[in-house]
Every structure is written in structure tokens, then in C-alpha cells.
């Protein structure tokens, strides 16, 4: 806090600011116990962002090489093909299916995923009461440590077989429109059962974010707003969601970092298919996480480099996303 | 067709006795000194806190009977409050603060802001209309908090010091004005304050609250 007084402050405080005057700059001096606490912390923070440096250095380290060789077109192009072994065709490496089927996978998540997590966040905190609050949490807390295997297990055997109910029917009432409509009738597989699995696989992260901030909205305005006559669900929109708003968008940040990520739930219940799909419900899709893990245990060393490229591509978008992120809450929160 | 309060108010740890009757179109004034239990009686009739004994009726309607297991909620009460730290909704403009409880209560939007305007206009704020409250001096929120609650035009009008952060000159001022308001009313006012002068200068009725004795 005395560091602060290393600004203008003191010259603004007694009027001398627009007189030339320059602001005195203090020398603190810290005992043993705060220099030595000082550089813990400072230790702390700087290992993340060393094994930050490392991991984007050894990806680009290992995978430079096929930047060199294909350029832009390593992220424009949906060719992935290893080169054939008599030399007869050469290898071609590019990640543009993959990137749009991550983003569309994980938009699918997030736009089911967030309005639940809305509801469940605020009928925990809000309408349920505590005991039905404590296993309801309970069991959430349980549900985001099922590992991602399971996930995709129960989702193959599970929830695939109804999920292709539910996509005919939306291909049937909405097919008019692209985003329904599959060029060959096959509903297995596809980006719109991925995206349910992962918005299943979010969602405790998600919810336990949105608890967490709307549990602090602030007591004294709900109060403001039932004395004014508002019922609770006045209360909750005037007051909880606007204040929970930039920790919500944290969260589905969190859940969108997740989501782009997954590798093996995704794997199992998403055809992978080279080619840039925005059909849905079409059986054709993909993801950068599970095209690494798809294909890392019989890659070639030169397949291995660009799957080390398409990993440093993963890896900053994911760097992006949170960056996004960080901007969208810092800009939408609400003054109290 | 008057407020009948009678019983043991709570908030917290806090509860006390009370005895309370109010009229309509006059302003009864709450004295006491801090502690003794002021606001939670204000709490009690707005619903924010419920009765632990006793009975609570606004116009021969039960609003709180412990007894009979009967509470309405607040937004069934037709109350209004003026908070005294105001409590407006920070990231809300002036006018879409005052239109709040209308649009709350279900009125549509062009005849809330209409409304807005004119409790705007009868607290001497009309200027306001498109600040933030970060925006707004003490005495300009203290206007604006009793033009949100003057919009609703409420059976049982609740204000708790609400001279509490206000200068010198702007309390003279809204001395004079919140008389000329609560008569044009005809709600139950009930006005909490511990500055004497002010409860003689407006209400018309006093109750006082002994200090609560400690346990």
C-alpha cells in the first residue's frame, strides 16, 4: 500500500499538481520476514508463468519444423495425411477441421451448459434449502471428478443411443436450416452428441463458479429491491445475475478451456473425420485434443512434429480463450 | 384502516417488544437511540424480517401472524422503503432505478417511465434522469432513493433516516418537502429517525423505543 504513494497522490491532495511540482518518491525499506515473504510469492508467481515459457518452448521447439515446411496453410488447410511409406506421396498436415470442430464441439457445450449451470447455481443458493443444498452440492462436487473415460463410455453406451432420438427429431422439425441438416442420414457420433457429453462434463465447474458469485451478491440490495415490492425472481434479476455476471462469464471460460481440451470423452463419441463440418448432427467432426491422441501412438517422427504443432495450436488458442475471457470480466463488472 | 404492530421484531441475534399503531395521510415517527431495534421495525412491516410473536395488520389485513403461521411476502405488501445507506442498484441509471418497482409490479414500461418522471420532478430531480448513482452526490441519491419510493405510490411508506447522508442545507430542505410528499400520499408513513427536531418538524405521531437492555 506504500508503494502506492510513489504516484501524484500527495501533490493532487494538496493542490500543486498543475504548479510543475514532482511528486516525492518514498524508499521503503522492508524488514526480514516481508523480503523473505516477498520473494516466496514472487518465486510462486513466476513458476507458473517458467512452466508456461517451457511448455509453449518445447512445443514449438518440436514442432517449428512443420510451420516452416506448410506455413499459413498448416491452419487453413483439412488434409491430414502421413507420408506414404514407399515415398510416393507426400505427407500434407493441416489442422483446419480439427479447429473448427473444436469450436463448434465446445460452443455446443457452453450454449447447453450455462443455462443450466444459471438455474442450478441459483435454486442451490437461493430456493433450495440446506439440506437438499448440501447433497445436491454434494453430488455435484462428485460428479466433476468422474474422469474423462467414464464420460465417454457412458456417453457411447448411454447417452448416444437417445441423443440420435433427439438429433432426428431436430433434423426432422429444423432441417430446413444448415446447421440441422446432414448430408447422409447417420445421427452416431456427431458434434451435437460430443457437445452434450462435454456440457455434461462442464457443467460442475460451471455451476460451482456461478454458486460461488452469486453467493456473494450483495444481501442488502436484494433487500432494496423485495422493499420495493419485487418478488424473488425480480430480486435475482435486478441484483444476483447482473452482479454474478463477469464470475459467470469466468466460469464458462473455464468450462469453454475444458471443453477445448477434452481429449478422450470426445474421442469416443465423435467420428473424426479431416473435413470442416458445421452440420451438427452430420456423423463428421473432430477435435485438435483427440486428433493428438488419436494418432500420437503410431505417428511417424514427422506426423509427431505436427501433432506437436497442432498442440502449440491448441495451446494458444486455449491462452486466447482466457485472455478473451480475462478482458470480458474485468469489462462487465458491476460497481457496487 | 390502519398499521397495528404488536409483538417481538428479530434480526439476527437482535429482538425486542414493540408496539406500534399508525394512521394513514400522517407521519408517525420512530425515536431511539441506536440499538434499539428502530430498523428492524421497519424491516418487520416490509417483510424482510418475520414477526416471532404477536401480529402484524395493515388495514384489517393480516400481513405477519406468528401464531397462524400467516406471513406475506414483500411483494404482496404495497410497501415502500427509503433505506438509510439508500441502497440504489449501482449499475442501474436514475430512471431505470425509480422505474424498478413498477416494472416489478408489472406496470409496462411507457407508463412506468411517465411515472418515473413525474416523482423525478415532485422530489426536484428531473436532471438526474440519466446518471449513475456513482455519479450523484449525497443529497441527489437521497432525492432519487425517495423518488423510487414515492413511484410506487405505496399503502405503507417506510423511510429509515432519511436525512442520515444529506448536508446541512439539503436537510433543511427535505425538512420542508417530505411533508408537502407524504400528505399528497395518504399512505402510513413511518419515518425512523434519533434527531428530535426532525420528528417534531414532520410527523405528527411519536413512538419512542426504550434502549434495549443487554443481555
Same mark, same amino acid.
Given at each position: 500500500?506504500?508503494?502506492?504513494?510513489?504516484?501524484?497522490?500527495?501533490?493532487?491532495?494538496?493542490?500543486?499538481?498543475?504548479?510543475?511540482?514532482?511528486?516525492?518518491?518514498?524508499?521503503?525499506?522492508?524488514?526480514?520476514?516481508?523480503?523473505?515473504?516477498?520473494?516466496?510469492?514472487?518465486?510462486?508467481?513466476?513458476?507458473?508463468?517458467?512452466?508456461?515459457?517451457?511448455?509453449?518452448?518445447?512445443?514449438?521447439?518440436?514442432?517449428?519444423?512443420?510451420?516452416?515446411?506448410?506455413?499459413?496453410?498448416?491452419?487453413?488447410?483439412?488434409?491430414?495425411?502421413?507420408?506414404?511409406?514407399?515415398?510416393?506421396?507426400?505427407?500434407?498436415?493441416?489442422?483446419?477441421?480439427?479447429?473448427?470442430?473444436?469450436?463448434?464441439?465446445?460452443?455446443?457445450?457452453?450454449?447447453?451448459?450455462?443455462?443450466?449451470?444459471?438455474?442450478?447455481?441459483?435454486?442451490?443458493?437461493?430456493?433450495?434449502?440446506?439440506?437438499?443444498?448440501?447433497?445436491?452440492?454434494?453430488?455435484?462436487?462428485?460428479?466433476?471428478?468422474?474422469?474423462?473415460?467414464?464420460?465417454?463410455?457412458?456417453?457411447?453406451?448411454?447417452?448416444?443411443?437417445?441423443?440420435?432420438?433427439?438429433?432426428?427429431?431436430?433434423?426432422?422439425?429444423?432441417?430446413?436450416?444448415?446447421?440441422?441438416?446432414?448430408?447422409?442420414?447417420?445421427?452416431?457420433?456427431?458434434?451435437?452428441?460430443?457437445?452434450?457429453?462435454?456440457?455434461?462434463?462442464?457443467?460442475?465447474?460451471?455451476?460451482?463458479?456461478?454458486?460461488?458469485?452469486?453467493?456473494?451478491?450483495?444481501?442488502?440490495?436484494?433487500?432494496?429491491?423485495?422493499?420495493?415490492?419485487?418478488?424473488?425472481?425480480?430480486?435475482?434479476?435486478?441484483?444476483?445475475?447482473?452482479?454474478?455476471?463477469?464470475?459467470?462469464?469466468?466460469?464458462?471460460?473455464?468450462?469453454?478451456?475444458?471443453?477445448?481440451?477434452?481429449?478422450?470423452?470426445?474421442?469416443?463419441?465423435?467420428?473424426?473425420?479431416?473435413?470442416?463440418?458445421?452440420?451438427?448432427?452430420?456423423?463428421?467432426?473432430?477435435?485438435?485434443?483427440?486428433?493428438?491422441?488419436?494418432?500420437?501412438?503410431?505417428?511417424?517422427?514427422?506426423?509427431?512434429?505436427?501433432?506437436?504443432?497442432?498442440?502449440?495450436?491448441?495451446?494458444?488458442?486455449?491462452?486466447?480463450?482466457?485472455?478473451?475471457?480475462?478482458?470480458?470480466?474485468?469489462?462487465?463488472?458491476?460497481?457496487? | 384502516?390502519?398499521?397495528?404492530?404488536?409483538?417481538?421484531? $428479530?434480526?439476527?441475534?437482535?429482538?425486542?417488544?414493540?408496539?406500534?399503531?399508525?394512521?394513514?395521510?400522517? !407521519?408517525?415517527?420512530?425515536?431511539?437511540?441506536?440499538?434499539?431495534?428502530?430498523?428492524?421495525?421497519?424491516?418487520?412491516?416490509?417483510?424482510?424480517?418475520?414477526?416471532?410473536?404477536?401480529?402484524?395488520?395493515?388495514?384489517?389485513?393480516?400481513?405477519?401472524?406468528?401464531?397462524?403461521?400467516?406471513?406475506?411476502?414483500?411483494?404482496?405488501?404495497?410497501?415502500?422503503?427509503?433505506? $438509510?445507506?439508500?441502497?440504489?442498484?449501482?449499475?442501474?441509471?436514475?430512471?431505470?432505478?425509480?422505474?424498478?418497482?413498477?416494472?416489478?409490479?408489472?406496470?409496462?414500461? !411507457?407508463?412506468?417511465?411517465?411515472?418515473?418522471?413525474?416523482?423525478?420532478?415532485?422530489?426536484?430531480?428531473?436532471?438526474?434522469?440519466?446518471?449513475?448513482?456513482?455519479?450523484?452526490?449525497?443529497?441527489?441519491? $437521497?432525492?432519487?432513493?425517495?423518488?423510487?419510493?414515492?413511484?410506487?405510490?405505496?399503502? !405503507?411508506?417506510?423511510?429509515?433516516?432519511?436525512?442520515?447522508? !444529506?448536508?446541512?442545507?439539503?436537510?433543511?430542505?427535505?425538512?420542508?418537502?417530505?411533508?408537502?410528499?407524504?400528505?399528497?400520499?395518504?399512505?402510513?408513513?413511518?419515518?425512523?429517525?434519533?434527531?428530535?427536531?426532525?420528528?417534531?418538524?414532520?410527523?405528527?405521531?411519536?413512538?419512542?423505543?426504550?434502549? $434495549?437492555?443487554?443481555?
Amino acid at each position: 500500500m506504500l508503494d502506492s504513494w510513489t504516484s501524484d497522490a500527495p501533490a493532487k491532495l494538496f493542490g500543486v499538481s498543475d504548479i510543475g511540482v514532482t511528486p516525492r518518491q518514498l524508499k521503503v525499506s522492508r524488514g526480514t520476514s516481508d523480503k523473505v515473504f516477498r520473494g516466496f510469492i514472487l518465486a510462486g508467481a513466476l513458476f507458473s508463468l517458467i512452466v508456461l515459457a517451457l511448455i509453449s518452448g518445447f512445443l514449438m521447439y518440436r514442432g517449428f519444423g512443420i510451420f516452416k515446411d506448410f506455413g499459413f496453410s498448416f491452419f487453413t488447410s483439412s488434409k491430414w495425411e502421413a507420408a506414404a511409406d514407399d515415398g510416393s506421396a507426400p505427407a500434407h498436415f493441416g489442422v483446419a477441421a480439427m479447429l473448427v470442430g473444436s469450436f463448434v464441439v465446445s460452443v455446443i457445450a457452453v450454449a447447453i451448459a450455462v443455462p443450466f449451470a444459471m438455474a442450478v447455481s441459483l435454486f442451490l443458493e437461493y430456493y433450495a434449502p440446506y439440506s437438499l443444498r448440501y447433497v445436491l452440492t454434494t453430488i455435484l462436487d462428485l460428479v466433476a471428478s468422474i474422469p474423462s473415460v467414464i464420460w465417454g463410455i457412458w456417453g457411447y453406451t448411454i447417452l448416444m443411443p437417445h441423443a440420435v432420438g433427439w438429433s432426428k427429431t431436430l433434423n426432422h422439425w429444423l432441417g430446413w436450416f444448415p446447421l440441422f441438416d446432414v448430408p447422409a442420414p447417420i445421427f452416431e457420433r456427431s458434434p451435437f452428441i460430443a457437445g452434450m457429453l462435454l456440457a455434461m462434463m462442464i457443467l460442475p465447474i460451471v455451476t460451482s463458479v456461478a454458486r460461488e458469485v452469486y453467493s456473494q451478491a450483495p444481501r442488502d440490495q436484494i433487500d432494496a429491491a423485495y422493499g420495493l415490492g419485487s418478488s424473488k425472481w425480480g430480486a435475482m434479476r435486478t441484483v444476483v445475475l447482473p452482479f454474478g455476471k463477469s464470475g459467470l462469464i469466468g466460469g464458462t471460460m473455464l468450462g469453454l478451456g475444458r471443453a477445448l481440451g477434452e481429449t478422450v470423452a470426445v474421442y469416443l463419441v465423435l467420428n473424426l473425420v479431416f473435413k470442416v463440418n458445421f452440420h451438427i448432427l452430420a456423423s463428421v467432426g473432430g477435435n485438435v485434443a483427440s486428433l493428438i491422441a488419436s494418432r500420437f501412438g503410431e505417428a511417424s517422427p514427422y506426423e509427431l512434429k505436427a501433432l506437436m504443432a497442432a498442440g502449440l495450436v491448441l495451446f494458444f488458442m486455449t491462452l486466447i480463450v482466457n485472455f478473451i475471457a480475462t478482458t470480458i470480466v474485468n469489462r462487465s463488472k458491476v460497481p457496487s | 384502516m390502519t398499521l397495528e404492530l404488536h409483538g417481538t421484531v $428479530q434480526r439476527g441475534e437482535f429482538h425486542r417488544e414493540v408496539r406500534i399503531s399508525a394512521q394513514p395521510g400522517e !407521519v408517525t415517527a420512530i425515536l431511539g437511540v441506536n440499538g434499539s431495534g428502530k430498523s428492524t421495525v421497519l424491516h418487520t412491516i416490509a417483510g424482510l424480517s418475520p414477526l416471532q410473536t404477536g401480529l402484524l395488520t395493515v388495514d384489517d389485513v393480516t400481513w405477519d401472524a406468528p401464531a397462524e403461521s400467516r406471513w406475506i411476502t414483500p411483494e404482496q405488501r404495497h410497501c415502500a422503503v427509503v433505506f $438509510q445507506d439508500l441502497r440504489l442498484f449501482p449499475h442501474l441509471d436514475v430512471l431505470r432505478n425509480i422505474t424498478f418497482g413498477l416494472r416489478a409490479s408489472g406496470i409496462r414500461r !411507457v407508463a412506468a417511465i411517465a411515472r418515473a418522471h413525474e416523482a423525478l420532478a415532485e422530489v426536484g430531480a428531473s436532471a438526474l434522469v440519466n446518471r449513475k448513482p456513482a455519479n450523484l452526490s449525497g443529497g441527489e441519491r $437521497q432525492r432519487v432513493a425517495l423518488a423510487r419510493a414515492l413511484v410506487m405510490k405505496p399503502r !405503507v411508506l417506510l423511510l429509515d433516516e432519511p436525512f442520515a447522508s !444529506v448536508d446541512e442545507d439539503s436537510h433543511k430542505a427535505f425538512r420542508e418537502l417530505l411533508p408537502r410528499i407524504v400528505e399528497g400520499l395518504n399512505a402510513i408513513t413511518l419515518m425512523v429517525t434519533h434527531d428530535e427536531t426532525d420528528a417534531s418538524a414532520i410527523a405528527s405521531r411519536q413512538v419512542r423505543l426504550s434502549p $434495549q437492555e443487554l443481555p
